[in-house]
């Protein structure tokens, strides 16, 4: 998952880029709300986090732009401020959760894995494809019960194709979503780690769809056993 992170405090964002990029997130970081709101409204993240504090434009104005825009994305809220009025001009704004500083980082860990569940349409934690299970709490996935050894590229492209189980994700999707901002887009680098994921979870379980990219599936005996 692809998440930006829109921060002025650099201690907290060292902090926070840190503990997301641990938990298995791709992390891009705007220190103020001008590149904050150029960096959501031209890039597909997955969810924000953002600061109402922010310097040159706050969050609250930077929320109300991606609204007015049309964007849908799921966005945490981070602030100092402790009013009511401020958590109610955040929700009011388009902000889908809220957290007051200071906070404990697996709290926030948390409400983001929920923010980016529902958005996907998942009302469990435990994400599911036939024999393959993922547990986004635990950084940890299984095929049949047998522990999967996975690399951090190798899980995160995993957890999202389990996110978007069976729909046909592309290439460029996958780029955009499992790699920051200067990431070489022209790269073979899906490819690569495709394949080592299939041998890993079964051939079968990756679907390429030619032209358009790839699908994760239950196998058919899984699909007759449900």
Same mark, same amino acid.
């Given at each position: 998952?692809?998440?930006?992170?829109?921060?002025?405090?650099?201690?907290?964002?060292?902090?926070?880029?840190?503990?997301?990029?641990?938990?298995?997130?791709?992390?891009?970081?705007?220190?103020?709300?001008?590149?904050?709101?150029?960096?959501?409204?031209?890039?597909?993240?997955?969810?924000? %986090? #953002?600061?109402?504090?922010?310097?040159?434009? =706050?969050? *609250? /104005?930077?929320?109300?732009?991606?609204?007015? &825009?049309?964007? +849908?994305?799921?966005?945490? %809220? #981070?602030?100092?401020?402790?009013?009511?009025? =401020?958590? *109610? /001009?955040?929700?009011?704004?388009?902000?889908? &959760?809220?957290? +007051?500083?200071?906070?404990?980082?697996?709290?926030?860990?948390?409400?983001?894995?929920?923010? *980016?569940?529902?958005?996907?349409?998942?009302?469990?934690?435990?994400?599911?494809?036939?024999?393959?299970?993922?547990?986004?709490?635990?950084?940890?996935?299984?095929?049949?019960?047998?522990?999967?050894?996975?690399?951090?590229?190798?899980?995160?492209?995993?957890?999202?194709?389990?996110?978007?189980?069976?729909?046909?994700?592309?290439?460029?999707?996958?780029?955009?979503?499992?790699?920051?901002?200067?990431?070489?887009?022209?790269?073979?680098?899906?490819?690569?780690?495709?394949?080592?994921?299939?041998?890993?979870?079964?051939?079968?379980?990756?679907?390429?769809?030619?032209?358009?990219?790839?699908?994760?599936?239950?196998?058919?005996?899984?699909?007759?056993?449900?």
């Amino acid at each position: 998952m692809r998440i930006l992170l829109a921060e002025d405090d650099p201690d907290l964002s060292r902090q926070l880029k840190a503990s997301l990029s641990d938990a298995g997130y791709v992390v891009d970081h705007a220190p103020d709300g001008e590149e904050a709101h150029f960096l959501g409204d031209t890039e597909p993240y997955d969810c924000v %986090i #953002l600061d109402l504090g922010l310097p040159k434009i =706050d969050g *609250v /104005s930077v929320l109300e732009k991606w609204r007015r &825009d049309g964007k +849908t994305t799921p966005v945490l %809220i #981070l602030t100092a401020r402790g009013a009511w009025s =401020d958590k *109610v /001009s955040g929700f009011d704004a388009g902000a889908d &959760d809220y957290l +007051t500083k200071p906070f404990h980082t697996e709290e926030l860990l948390a409400r983001l894995r929920a923010l *980016v569940r529902r958005a996907a349409g998942h009302a469990q934690p435990m994400l599911v494809c036939g024999g393959v299970r993922l547990d986004p709490r635990a950084a940890r996935a299984s095929v049949n019960g047998e522990p999967l050894r996975l690399t951090s590229l190798e899980y995160r492209l995993l957890h999202y194709l389990m996110m978007h189980q069976s729909r046909v994700i592309s290439r460029t999707e996958l780029v955009e979503h499992l790699y920051d901002q200067d990431f070489d887009r022209d790269s073979n680098t899906i490819e690569v780690f495709m394949g080592r994921l299939r041998k890993k979870i079964g051939t079968d379980r990756i679907e390429t769809v030619r032209g358009l990219g790839y699908r994760l599936k239950p196998l058919h005996d899984e699909i007759s056993d449900l």
